[in-house]
């Protein structure tokens, strides 16, 4: 019997999936997720984490009625997530304002609270709108990941797909999505999706930032009506 692969939107109960897809998301091409770093010495997971993240709604970059989750047989196979980037809060992954509510939901104290506050802001700066993250179309595509054990069937495609009829419907007329540099599966999906190379920040732009050694990223775009 031929399996069956339904795409939905993501509700309150994918949350733990959602989480893992986000970790999933944030490990090519380094094979490393940024929120370990700052969450050193809290006691709790880049998976707790984001999950609290997702409960309090304090994500930039997609919350759960944003993400669309591919099933098979009724299990959660892969997700992304598609939003329209808000002109009110900042443009880096967390919203600040959210971050005690978060904190409440992983029960952490006040002093470690302002820490995990201080590293974010160290890392990203106390600029919340940096020019490498400014969007550049109106309807933004972020977090598409396939769990790897389900991975090189073309469910990351298919996502993008899908989420680019939701951006049409919505009349919105630019999608645009974000690839670190070096993640060559990511960038042939999105490019295999119709989208073309929009802006490149090279790996120097880093360093020459905060003594960074990233390997930079590149944005990508597509016309949508």
Same mark, same amino acid.
């Given at each position: 019997?031929?399996?069956?692969?339904?795409?939905?939107?993501?509700? +309150?109960?994918?949350?733990?999936? !959602?989480?893992? %897809?986000?970790?999933?998301?944030?490990?090519?091409?380094?094979?490393?997720?940024?929120?370990?770093?700052? !969450?050193?010495?809290?006691?709790?997971?880049?998976?707790?984490?984001?999950?609290?993240?997702?409960?309090?709604?304090?994500? /930039?970059?997609?919350?759960?009625?944003?993400?669309?989750?591919?099933?098979?047989?009724?299990?959660?196979?892969?997700?992304?997530?598609?939003?329209?980037?808000? =002109?009110?809060?900042?443009?880096?992954? !967390?919203?600040?304002?959210?971050?005690?509510?978060?904190?409440? %939901?992983?029960?952490?104290? @006040?002093?470690?609270?302002?820490?995990?506050?201080?590293?974010?802001?160290?890392?990203?700066?106390?600029?919340?709108?940096?020019?490498?993250?400014? @969007?550049?179309?109106?309807?933004? +595509? =972020?977090?598409?990941?396939?769990?790897?054990?389900?991975?090189?069937?073309?469910?990351?495609?298919?996502?993008?797909?899908?989420? !680019?009829?939701?951006?049409?419907?919505?009349?919105? =007329?630019?999608?645009? +999505?974000? %690839?670190? /540099? &070096?993640? =060559?599966?990511?960038?042939?999906?999105?490019?295999?999706? &119709? *989208?073309?190379?929009?802006?490149?920040?090279?790996?120097?732009? *880093?360093?020459?930032?905060?003594?960074?050694?990233?390997?930079?990223?590149?944005?990508? &775009?597509?016309?949508?009506?």
């Amino acid at each position: 019997m031929l399996a069956t692969l339904t795409t939905r939107k993501a509700t +309150i109960a994918d949350i733990p999936f !959602l989480a893992r %897809i986000e970790y999933e998301a944030s490990l090519p091409p380094m094979n490393h997720c940024f929120w370990d770093d700052l !969450l050193e010495g809290t006691g709790t997971s880049a998976l707790a984490f984001t999950a609290a993240m997702l409960q309090a709604e304090g994500s /930039n970059w997609g919350n759960v009625s944003d993400f669309l989750v591919i099933e098979e047989d009724g299990k959660p196979m892969a997700a992304a997530a598609g939003y329209v980037p808000s =002109e009110q809060e900042d443009y880096c992954p !967390l919203t600040l304002s959210r971050l005690e509510v978060i904190a409440e %939901i992983l029960h952490w104290s @006040p002093s470690t609270t302002q820490m995990f506050r201080d590293r974010y802001l160290a890392l990203w700066g106390g600029d919340l709108k940096p020019l490498f993250l400014t @969007p550049q179309a109106n309807w933004i +595509i =972020e977090t598409v990941a396939v769990l790897p054990e389900r991975r090189g069937r073309g469910l990351g495609k298919k996502l993008i797909k899908a989420l !680019l009829d939701e951006g049409r419907s919505r009349g919105h =007329e630019f999608a645009g +999505i974000m %690839i670190i /540099n &070096g993640n =060559e599966a990511a960038r042939h999906t999105c490019e295999s999706a &119709g *989208f073309k190379p929009y802006q490149t920040f090279h790996r120097d732009y *880093f360093l020459a930032q905060a003594g960074e050694d990233f390997p930079g990223i590149t944005k990508f &775009g597509m016309r949508l009506n």
